[in-house]
């Protein structure tokens, strides 16, 4: 089945970066659509960004637009996410997702994505 395994989440400095890291296995990782979401303390899960299954398009959240960067290896069926000029408000469980139904990254800003990650926590301290 499907997995996905974050890494790569920690404490940091307001102003720092940290590169979070997925690792998918049992899919054909270069035909899936790939996202990250996260989870700040009670609120609802958000988009954060998400590339197509070529790598070719990427779409992301306007909080995180010029600070993130999306990525992603298809022959190391590895996405990443470089969270650069990190922010307090940034704090959450980070969630890595797939999906197969090759959508543009847009449309899972608001539909979500198929295949979910159990997620790895950031916490930024001011």
């Known amino acids: 089945q499907v997995q996905l395994v974050e890494s790569g989440g920690g404490l940091v400095q307001a102003g720092g970066s940290l590169r979070l890291s997925c690792a998918a296995s049992?899919?054909?990782?270069?035909?899936?659509?790939m996202g990250w979401f996260r989870q700040a303390p009670g609120k609802e899960r958000e988009f954060v960004a998400a590339i197509s299954w070529s790598g070719g398009s990427t779409y992301y959240a306007d909080s995180v637009k010029g600070r993130f960067t999306i990525s992603r290896d298809n022959a190391k069926n590895m996405v990443y996410l470089q969270m650069n000029a990190l922010k307090p408000e940034d704090t959450a469980v980070y969630y890595c997702a797939a999906d197969s139904r090759h959508y543009s990254p847009s449309y899972y800003r608001n539909y979500g994505m198929n295949f979910w990650g159990k997620g790895t926590l950031v916490t930024v301290s001011s």
């Open positions: 049992g899919l054909t990782f270069s035909s899936y659509g």
